[in-house]
């Protein structure tokens, strides 16, 4: 619970379920935030990580010192709200500078009613969040911030763990809408149209989508296969989102009975987990997840290596030599086609029999780096080589990445040199890994 009354000397309390305390004052709204403490090591594109829906219900540890000095504009936002359940800083920008800010940080956090905490040593948190794994944690500020210690520590065993929560519903939209590709610079009719599930889909994802000139109809997290089909697509995707795909049973039917119509698929994150459980696979909880704008992947098929955007606590367990056969023996072979050269966790899927594959990070990638947005045009030509091949394979799944970059994006790639306050050079899959 919060209240919108904010002042920079009021103080604030970060809490872990594990007893560790940092003390700092109060960002942003003041009250109570509850959730599951994570660390995003991007050092720019503080406003598009807050407003990511796959950060529903986690308090985000910002790696970066300094947060808040372009401030916040309207254009950057990567959905209709500010998702992060809580924000931890370590310096807070005491006033925006940038020619595009039209508001600060703080006040934008105060006004979406966002408990934050700024002032504490955020290199110690993550450190300590590395070596222990994400935890439950709790941010109190000003009255809230009076309790005992022991207090607090129940407040924040009281709560719900990620392991279990199903929050794609609760993020997504209640009504389907169309981005068309004559509003986002492409001349002509539309190429292709897609039917894209909203799990927690980002702003990005869709535009991307739409200046190669394919239509993308967006479906609620509920969308059933008649819904889908309503809008004759040439193409399905499945978007990112928050919560435990072991949750996610809804999409797994519906994305098998698409595999089964032989639609092309493409999953992004989210829908990267959707399409491992589908072929039968499991899925679990990385130690302390991927979350930034500096994770270097590999594509196994290529040998390149891409700087990615990442945020996802889960991954699939799928084994890394293959190719191997889909314990869902109608779906044929699939291969590891990407993993993490931090640890190796499985990056991405690739189906030689059907016309799917799937990444776990985001080639969208807003803000940045672009290294993966051959990604996009990967899809639009398996849709197009699907409808010219009558029994539904593709042979562009054989083939390399497109080294090609969309005119859109081609100014941008290279900008970002973006670097962690932490490398990930130590092991992030849980003990318990089957």
């Not at 190796?344 to 016309?355: M, T, Y």
Request: aromatic share 6%.
């Amino acid at each position: 619970m919060t209240d919108n009354n904010t002042t920079s000397s009021a103080p604030a309390v970060l809490v872990l379920e594990d007893g560790r305390i940092f003390r700092g004052r109060s960002y942003g709204a003041q009250g109570t935030a509850l959730g599951e403490a994570v660390f995003a090591t991007g050092m720019t594109g503080y406003q598009e990580t807050i407003t990511d829906p796959s950060y529903a219900r986690q308090l985000v540890v910002q790696t970066a010192p300094h947060i808040g000095n372009t401030g916040v504009n309207s254009e950057d936002a990567e959905s209709r709200r500010i998702w992060v359940a809580g924000y931890i800083v370590r310096d807070a920008a005491r006033r925006p500078s940038n020619w595009r800010s039209e508001r600060s940080l703080d006040s934008e956090l105060v006004e979406q009613g966002i408990v934050g905490i700024q002032g504490v040593d955020t290199r110690a948190i993550t450190r300590h969040l590395r070596e222990h794994k994400t935890m439950r944690a709790g941010i109190f500020s000003g009255e809230a911030a009076k309790a005992t210690d022991k207090e607090l520590v129940e407040a924040v065993l009281a709560s719900e763990p990620m392991e279990g929560a199903r929050l794609a519903e609760e993020v997504s939209i209640d009504e389907a809408y169309v981005v068309e590709p004559k509003d986002h610079g492409w001349d002509g009719d539309a190429r292709l149209s897609i039917a894209a599930i909203d799990l927690g889909i980002k702003a990005m994802t869709p535009v991307r989508f739409a200046e190669r000139g394919v239509r993308v109809h967006v479906l609620p997290a509920t969308a059933t296969i008649d819904d889908v089909k309503a809008v004759s697509p040439d193409g399905f995707f499945m978007s990112n989102g928050p919560g435990d795909p072991a949750t996610a049973d809804n999409q797994v039917k519906l994305l098998r009975t698409v595999l089964d119509e032989k639609l092309p698929y493409f999953g992004i994150c989210f829908g990267n987990q959707i399409l491992g459980r589908a072929l039968g696979f499991g899925t679990y909880k990385l130690r302390y997840g991927h979350r930034g704008i500096n994770q270097p992947v590999m594509d196994r098929r290529t040998g390149k290596v891409e700087i990615t955007s990442q945020n996802h606590g889960f991954a699939v367990d799928a084994p890394l030599d293959g190719p191997t056969n889909a314990p869902e023996e109608r779906y044929g072979r699939v291969e590891v086609s990407h993993v993490s050269l931090n640890d190796e966790v499985v990056e991405g899927l690739a189906c030689l029999d059907i016309p799917a594959f799937s990444v776990q990070y985001h080639p969208e990638a807003a803000a940045g780096p672009h290294d993966a947005a051959y990604l996009f045009d990967r899809f639009i030509e398996l849709m197009e080589d699907t409808k010219s091949n009558t029994d539904g394979r593709s042979a562009n799944l054989s083939k390399e990445p497109v080294d090609a970059q969309h005119p859109a994006e081609a100014q941008q790639n290279g900008a970002h040199q973006n670097q962690a306050a932490e490398p990930n050079t130590t092991d992030n899959k849980t003990e318990d890994k089957k």
